[in-house]
């Protein structure tokens, strides 16, 4: 006879199949709902669980999701995980039940410079972001990370922004790094979901190795991650974001399906390989707020797989292997 499990596994499955049917069916406005309710009590409030988890934080009702979370959830006595159930649905999304159960369901995969083609094709607009800056006489940039994981991007974008003030003359490298002339000011915010991965910002220190942050070790981006002592005698070498990109940039909590969009917008913003885990009714969600987080004339920046929504509010802008959006001056 199989495993409990396996059999519950395989009653989620038929559950499973039937809501892919419904979501290629189209994509819906409506928060996604399993359609066939499985006949196995355990199933039933994975099912439950996990549509909760897609309507605060926008991650698919999935297959993986679901054996996932079935495994995790296997040693639970049944009586217990309903009545978890139960409390949960009366909790907010900030709610650290609700967290703790999103966590163990996103995937923090990141490292510095990914996807170079599409970064180098960003610092090639900064100049232009510079002067226009400039030109408003606020001397200000505004740079927004979403779904940040543990900072590699936010602290990239400080990277390429740096050399691109240094390079125009707004910045001087001395030896503690590069220094802003006044009044110029760069403000890089990273922002996720899980709370573990902004503490890994916070502190940016990074190991090194294969399959490591450290994917890409030219000298340019190496200069700005200098190494950092080693705890013990077996650990691996590390890196840490040099004093002049952490000041430029600070972390804070945001959930893109639950909380309000900040109160200004920036100048880009970026939100790669997040979308690629929500259900269709979320990543339209997560895209309205992301459109009007860019400022008009503003950048914003996706993951290679997803696809634009919000086609008529931004151009597309193409480079070998890259694509960036521009939002319309005159979107309003
Ligand atoms: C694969 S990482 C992408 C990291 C980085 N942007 C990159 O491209 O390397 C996806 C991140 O999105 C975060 N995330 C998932 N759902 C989110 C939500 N509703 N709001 C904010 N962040 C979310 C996850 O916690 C995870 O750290």
Same mark, same amino acid.
């Given at each position: 006879m ?12 038929d559950?499973m ?24 009590l355990r ?5 439950r669980l ?12 999935s ?16 009586g ?5 159930a139960a409390?949960l ?5 900030s709610h ?5 159960l999103i ?5 923090h995969?990141?490292?510095?410079m ?28 505004r ?13 990239s974008?400080?990277a390429?922004?740096? *050399?691109?003030?240094v ?8 030896e ?6 006044a009044p ?6 990273g922002? *996720?979901i ?10 940016g220190?990074y190991?090194?190795g ?23 005698a077996n ?11 952490? &000041? ?9 399906i *639950?909380?309000?969009m ?17 259900? &269709?009714?979320a990543r ?6 992301l ?6 004339g503003g950048?914003l920046l ?8 919000e086609?008529?509010?931004?151009e597309?802008?193409w480079?070998p292997g890259?694509?960036?959006y ?7």
């Amino acid at each position: 006879m199989a495993h409990p499990i396996e059999n519950t596994l395989a009653l989620l499955q038929d559950a499973m199949i039937a809501h892919q049917q419904a979501l290629a069916r189209g994509p819906s406005t409506e928060p996604s709902q399993p359609v066939a309710e499985p006949r196995d009590l355990r199933a039933q409030l994975v099912l439950r669980l996990l549509t909760g988890v897609e309507m605060r934080a926008g991650i698919e009702v999935s297959q993986p999701a679901a054996e996932k979370l079935l495994r995790l959830l296997a040693a639970i006595d049944i009586g217990e995980l309903e009545a978890w159930a139960a409390k949960l649905d009366t909790l907010p999304a900030s709610h650290p039940e609700w967290l703790s159960l999103i966590e163990s369901l996103t995937v923090h995969e990141t490292y510095v410079m990914r996807d170079p083609s599409q970064l180098a094709f960003f610092a090639a607009q900064l100049p232009a972001l510079i002067a226009e800056a400039a030109a408003s006489k606020f001397y200000l940039l505004r740079f927004w990370s979403v779904g940040c994981a543990t900072g590699e991007e936010a602290y990239s974008i400080a990277a390429l922004t740096l *050399d691109a003030m240094v390079a125009s003359g707004n910045a001087v490298v001395t030896e503690t790094g590069a220094n802003l002339v006044a009044p110029w000011q760069i403000e890089i915010v990273g922002s *996720d979901i899980s709370r573990l991965a902004l503490t890994q910002a916070q502190a940016g220190i990074y190991d090194t190795g294969p399959l490591s942050s450290f994917r890409d070790e030219s000298e340019p981006t190496l200069r700005h991650f200098p190494s950092v002592p080693a705890i013990g005698a077996n650990s691996v070498a590390r890196r840490s974001a040099s004093p002049d990109l952490k &000041a430029t940039v600070s972390f804070s909590h945001f959930n893109i399906i *639950d909380d309000p969009m900040p109160a200004e917008p920036f100048d880009t913003v970026f939100c790669r390989n997040v979308l690629i885990y929500f259900s &269709a009714r979320a990543r339209k969600h997560a895209q309205e707020t992301l459109r009007r987080a860019v400022r008009p004339g503003g950048y914003l920046l996706l993951g290679p797989t997803d696809t634009l929504i919000e086609t008529e509010a931004f151009e597309a802008l193409w480079a070998p292997g890259a694509v960036i959006y521009r939002r319309r001056k005159d979107d309003a």
